[in-house]
């Protein structure tokens, strides 16, 4: 693990435990793209921000200091708001316990964005915040309109975003401006610490059945907030290998394998293996085994663990994901009665 100073407060301590919580929860959206490659996109254009791939470092002596996230084609430096409202900077002169989050969440920008190893071209600041705003947005409008390489003019709302924005730039130069407008994007990420969200669902998504087993989803996307938490008070973070390792030694089974896809889809279909047979073991009653195998393919054809009676009929698809397949044997003992999974589909 490497750790590095921090400059301007954690996940803890000065903060409060929502901003916390909301921290924690971004760091493990990350993740979980970076786990399964997965690009993030700016919500306003149809290009990539990045894949993430590499080291997660939290509470980084950067300027923007809560996430640093090493992907392709950029590294992103993230600044996570729960909430950001839109201020007006402090009077000239008014002491610093006077300024506004919005003001400091600015200049953090501004000093990372002019730092001299700083590249616009490879790196990217994010703001991502947890409640959207209609002035927010449209300072997300104003901030992709910079980047875009032809564009129409601002609306009235994109003016005063606009205006607003400039105001806490003051002192800088055109040529400096741009380099903030450039290298700033906002990413809403609403609710993403309330498990019924989109976002919080899509880390679900991502990590279910390729990372980690579904049936330790929950437990894994929990134990992943408790450990960037552990990590950000120690000022530490690490690189995908030892992410997975950490859940490891939480007792979490990570299916994803380094060894490559197609290790990944043998102990994916492990697990699904295991899990049919202890819901064959809990259905003895009415189910005699007659035989279980499993099949790996060097391809990627679908993870089809599948049963079918000894006599006649073909089989029934029990689960499909990617990877190879599983198939068992059986025959229904006279008077059993039929079970339904929780698709609702028929079990014998």
């Not at 964005?113 to 947005?137: K, Q, W, Y």
């Not at 976002?199 to 929950?218: I, S």
């Not at 997975?244 to 699904?272: D, S, Y």
């Not at 990627?300 to 006599?311: E, F, N, Q, R």
Request: proline fraction near 6%; glycine fraction near 8%; hydrophobic fraction near 40%.
């Amino acid at each position: 693990m490497s750790g590095a100073r921090s400059q301007f407060g954690g996940y803890g301590g000065a903060a409060n435990e929502g901003g916390s919580a909301f921290r924690a929860a971004v760091a493990v959206w990350f993740l979980a793209h970076a786990m399964r490659e997965r690009e993030v996109y700016e919500e306003l254009t149809p290009s990539r921000l990045t894949v993430p791939t590499g080291l997660i470092l939290l509470e980084g002596d950067q300027h923007v200091d809560d996430l640093q996230v090493e992907g392709m084609p950029r590294t992103l430096y993230v600044q996570a708001k729960r909430s950001l409202p839109f201020e007006a900077p402090p009077k000239p002169g008014a002491a610093a316990s006077r300024k506004n989050k919005f003001n400091k969440t600015v200049e953090q920008l501004v000093a990372q964005a002019l730092r001299e190893d700083f590249a616009p071209d490879s790196m990217r600041l994010v703001i991502a915040v947890g409640r959207r705003s209609r002035s927010l947005a449209a300072l997300q409008r104003v901030l992709a309109r910079k980047r875009a390489s032809a564009t129409g003019r601002l609306t009235k709302i994109e003016e005063k975003a606009l205006r607003g924005f400039d105001e806490h730039l003051t002192g800088l130069d055109e040529a400096e401006r741009r380099r903030v407008y450039q290298a700033t994007t906002i990413l809403f990420l609403e609710s993403i610490e309330q498990p019924g969200s989109p976002e919080h669902g899509r880390a679900r998504t991502l990590l279910e059945d390729v990372v980690v087993p579904r049936t330790h989803v929950v437990g894994a996307l929990d134990a992943l907030k408790h450990l960037v938490r552990e990590q950000a008070a120690n000022r530490l973070g690490g690189d995908l290998q030892e992410w997975m390792q950490l859940l490891r030694e939480r007792n979490i089974p990570v299916l994803l394998n380094p060894a490559g896809p197609k290790a990944t889809r043998v102990a994916v279909a492990q697990c699904a293996l295991s899990s049919y047979r202890d819901w064959l073991t809990e259905s003895a009653s009415s189910v005699q085994i007659a035989g279980i195998s499993i099949e790996v393919s060097p391809d990627t054809s679908p993870l089809h663990v599948a049963a079918g009676p000894l006599k006649g009929a073909g089989p029934t698809s029990l689960i499909s994901s990617p990877g190879p397949s599983c198939r068992c044997a059986w025959k229904r003992r006279p008077g059993s009665v039929s079970r339904r999974s929780s698709s609702g589909a028929a079990r014998p």
